[in-house]
Every structure is written in C-alpha cells, then in structure tokens.
C-alpha cells in the first residue's frame, strides 16, 4: 500500500480554486448557464434532424432482401402499412367497399406512401385487409405521415366499418408523451421527504432542469448529424434528471454539513466542490465509459443513444461543479429555509447513527451477510434464464390504439401470422419467369408452420421476383423465428440449389431476427470493453485491484438482478398484467439489455464511488479497515438512500409512457438501483470489505507505477 496524500492535495486545491472561483464571480456564472439555456432553447429549433432507427443489419440477408426488392421494384423498399377493416354487413358490401377505395385513394396522396397491394378477404367475409407500400423506409418518413393516416382512417370508420392501421408509421404516430414530467415530481417529493426544506430540494432540481433543457435541445440538432431513435431522448432526458439530482445531492449535503460544522459560505463551497465534485467527476467519466461503450455494438441507432445519453450526463457534471455552488453561494446558510413541518428530520451528531449499527451487525458476521445477500441477488436474477430477446410485435400495444386494433382484427380474420409475413426475394437469371419460383413455393407451402404462400410477382425487367410467405405465429413467436431460420438453412437452398436463382429471406419480422442475432453475438464483447474500462478507472481512483474488481462482480450481480425482474414482467402473468398491463408473453427487444447494462453499471460505479470514497478518507485517516468501513457507512447512507430513492422514481417514469420496451427497461433499471443501494453497498460491501481486510488496500509497486493517479475524494 503507498500513501497518495500528496497528489490528492494538488487535485483537490485545483478543484478548491474552482469553487473558489464560482464563488467570487456566482453572478456571472448564473447568468452564464441562463444565456446559454435561452441561446440553445432560441437556436436548436432552426437545426433540429428527424429522430430515426435504421433496425436493418448490414450484410444481413434481410438487407440484401430489402437492396434486391428496391432495385426490382422501384418505388417499394419492403416496409408497409397494413390496412384492415372489418364490417358488419361484409367486407366488400357495396357501402363499405366504397367507403375503404375512398381511404386508400386518400391515404396514397400523402407524402411517402405508394400503391396499395392486392385485398384478401377473410373466411368470414366481414373483415378484409391489404397494404399501403411505403415509397421510401419507415425512419424517413415526415412525422406528419402517420398523423394523417391516422386521421383519415378514423373518417373512414363508422356505421358499422372499422378501419384500422398498422405498422412502423402508425405506431411513432401514436408514441405517448414523454415521461420525464414524471420523472422530475417524483424526484421533487423525495427530496422534499429528504431535505425538508422547499429551498433545499429545488436546487438539484434547478440543476436537473437546467440540464435536461440543454441536453434535449442539442439531441435534437445531434439528430440533424447522426442517427438518434425516437426513444433517445426518453432515455437521455431521465438519466440526465437521475443523475443530475444525484450529483447536486453530494454537492449539496457537503455544502450543508461544512455549514453545520462551522464554515463560511465561501469555504463550504471550496469544500464542497473539492471533495464531492471529485466524486461527481468520477462517478459521472463511469457513466459515460459505461454508455459509450455502446460504439462497440457497431449498431448505428444504439450509437445515437450513446452520444445522446452522454450529451446529457456531462450537462449535469457541468451543472453540479458550477452553478449549483453559484446558487448556494446566493443561498448561504438559507438554503435550508421553508422548511416543511415533519418532513426531513435533522442529523443528530452524538451517538451512532442507525447506519453505523447496522454495519457493526453485518462486520460483527460477514460471512452470513455475504452469502445472505449473495442468495438474494442471485433470486431475483434467476428469472433471467427465461428471458427471450426478440422485437415485440404490435399485439403488445395499448389495448385501444390503432395498430393494436389493426393487429387483433388481422389475427382474428386471418391469424396472428399475417401480422409479419416474409418475404422471398429472388434474382432470376435472363429468360427464367415465374416458373422457376414454383418448387420454392410448393416448398414454402408444405412446411407445417406456413399458412399462405402467394404466387410470385415479377419486376418489370423480369430479372427478380417476391413472394409474400405468412407464417401461422406471430411475428414475436419462437415458431417464426424458427421458421424464418428453417427457410434460410433447408427450405431454400433446398429448392433452387443448381438452378441459378438467388433467394433471400427478408421482411420487416427476418430484419428483426438479424438484428437480434447481431446483438447477441456482439454483447460478449460489449460486456468486456465495459467491464475492463471501468475496472481501469476504478484502479486508477482507489489504487486497489482487490477494490476494482469486487466493485465489477458487485456491480453485475445488480444489473443480472435487473436483468431478472424484468424477465419476469415480460412473461405476462401477475406481474406483467397487472401491474404493466402485458397480457402476453412478449420478448425483450435486444438493445434494451445492451442499454441496460451499460447505463446500469455506470450507475452502480456511481454508488460505489460514493461510498467507497468516504472509506477511504476515513482509512487514510487512521489506518484501520473496520473502523474506516463502518463511518464511511455511516457518512454516505443517508446522501446514497435519498440519491438512489430519487433514482428509483425517475426510471419508474418510464412506465407511464406507453412504449412496453420503455416499460420493461424502467422496471429493470429501477430494480437495480434498489438491489444496489440496498443489498449491495449496505450489505455486501461492508461485508466483504471486512472480511477483506488491509488486503482491501494492497497494491503492488508495479502496478502502482503503470496506472495513472485519479484519487477522489470523499463525498
């Protein structure tokens, strides 16, 4: 172990003289941060792109489909909109036909949609269908398109018709409104609960608002460079809120406790910004190793979310060393003024606290604590054996909506299948036609989880064709996944080997398939650029590989505890019915545990950052592991109850709205940042530190040379 005394004082004197410097000129820096949210609020919307999610997997056989098809047949990429209607007195009676060529004649005159397919008529003659092809991909298409589809298949229905839609333009039509309302008065009544005070909790909010204004508004022009999904600035905008009122609440409890302890207002702020801005600085470069580490899935939208969700975290870093000092410098010793009767209680300095009990009783036995909290951790991720990745399909939409309409009409007169048919592409050689598809198509039609197979379309050059194959399962089943694989591997090789005819697999429901392979394959290399780097950056910070790699495992049994509960939501049941509203079993879309992890264990190191800071401060202190372990307990409990509190509301937003994969990641999210900050830093750590002991600081001289010094300091 070696003393790094010397380098922290020159780090934190630097920091010091940036408080120091908000300090003297606080007005300047308020009305700096002011400037600079009207500028970007005034500027961005004369910049702002179009959010878009390309879902094709490059050199993907979905995307060679898609290439072939636009090539083929100009004017067709492959992405539709489903229209079906259902009437009482038929399908094709004389008033509801007319009424539905109305539509469709309409619905063509709207930017980006094309011809309309052929109608198929149900068994039961009172529901019928066709599509509406989109002249270029869904991602661009003006927001506007599925608003008027919307529009005017609602004029359409009526008097016994029932018109409805789906597909990709209809369901961003139909996107919910953004839940960071929510996020920000879940976050106002916990730190109303914490603090008590109406000055004390609108601080870090001031610093979350600040932030999320800033942060939304560039995503929108970083949407004019790169390629941002619509759900992108859900994500940014509530971690940006979670972590920004997380690290105002180091700054701010630092603040208030140097107060309590008989400083200035000036010191209090160097102080502050010294010690707990060290943390936030650290806590906040693992966040953005963790969401950056996103680049290496070598997926363009997750890209987007990466920089968009960073864009966000290093607004609020800004925020929590600058102006937040610059408004308590305003505030002095008021900031804990209108205080609410009852509510955050006063911290009493005699006599232990409940949290140094209760780190005495877990030190006093670790081992039942370790494997205690161990057993439950490994519960709760247990469900994870169960977890299916794969895209939801509409039939996991709002009961009500338009395209869950859309989906229940067509599985009721036409089965779940014709919800996501394939398509069979094929190149011909010169002076083969249609003929040349017939084996392929007898093929398709007596494999047992087929239920349609049309006959080929010719190009107008003749040199391709597509076939549209409708399985009997939904797109979301396992059964279409592997009859979509099945295709691939036997039934086509099988039917045009030797022939000269090349065929594809695609659609939208074989580009999701791809895209869920891509990930998958992928991940493994996700997890280790992740891991590694943040082991990295933990050595570097608390000069202990034992410390570095407990925090890794600590941390991925949180996100595998994640991982689980929202397995277990995703299976239907009680839990997914009752209380998310799924009524099915639906899998998990594949960028959500990739996105999950990434932002879950940089929150975890923000927590362990935390904690782990004030132990070490007190170790250097005095030298003794046990005693060092029980005050920094003691000292953090409280900042990290009310940081992951707060941080549990703002992801259970994301429940309210109405997206299920935006669901399920809040669950999952919310579901380790309590497992964290409760079974993790307030049991297992303890424990494992105790039984640890000085080999919790031991580190060897080379090691010790080769990694850069990044010592923090105590929140």
Known sequence: MSDHDSSTTIDHGRLGRLGAFVHRHRGRVVLGWVVALAAVLALTPLLRGTFQADFATKGSESERAANVLAQGFPGRTGDTVTVVWKASAGAQAPQARARVQRFLAAAQRVEGIGSAGPIRVAPDRTIASTTLELDRRVWDLPDSTGTRLIDLAEGASGDGLTVALGGGPIRMAEGGSGPEGFGLLGAAIVLLIAFGSIVAAGLPLAVALFGLGISASLIGVLAAIMQVPDFAPAIAGLLGIGVGVDYA??????????????????????????????????????????????????????????????????????????????????????????????????????????????????????????????????????????????FPDEGNDTSGSMTRTAYDLTVEGFGPGANGPLLLVAQLPAGQGRQALDPLARAARADRDVAYVSAPQLSPDGRAAVMTVVPRSSPQSQATTALVMRMRERVVPGTVAGSGVTVDVGGATAGFVDQSELVASRLPLFIAGVVGLSFLLLLSAFRSPLIALKAGVMNLLSVGAAYGVMALFAGGGWFGSDLL????????????????????????????????????????????????????????ARVITAAAAVMVVVFLAFVTSGEIFLELLGIGMATAVFVDATVVRMVLVPALMQLFGRANWWMPRWLDRAVPRLAPEAS
């Open 581 to 636: 509203g799924i009524d099915r079993a639906t899998p998990v879309a594949p960028f959500i545990p990739v996105m999950m992890f990434a932002i879950l264990f940089g929150l975890s190191m923000d927590y362990e950052v935390f904690l782990l800071s004030r132990v070490r401060e007190e170790f250097l202190g005095h030298g003794d592991t046990a005693r060092a372990v029980t005050e920094g307990l003691a000292r953090t």
């Open 249 to 390: 609440l180091l700054v701010l409890t630092r603040f208030r406790s140097a107060l309590e302890g008989g400083a200035g207002v000036q010191g209090a702020i160097v102080e502050a910004v010294g010690t707990a801005g060290r943390s936030v600085l650290v806590a906040g470069s693992t966040v953005l190793i963790s969401v950056l580490g996103l680049f290496l899935m070598g997926v363009g939208y997750l890209q987007g979310v990466a920089v968009s969700t960073s864009l966000a975290v290093l607004v609020v870093m800004a925020a929590a060393v600058t102006l937040l000092p610059a408004l308590l410098s305003y505030a002095g010793p008021r900031v804990n003024r209108l205080r609410i009767p009852g509510l955050g209680r006063a911290r009493r300095s005699d006599g232990p606290t409940p949290a140094m009990r209760w780190s005495r009783v877990i030190q006093r036995r670790p081992w039942t604590a370790a494997i205690a909290g161990a057993a439950i951790v490994l519960a709760l991720a247990a469900p994870v054996l169960g977890l299916r990745l794969g």
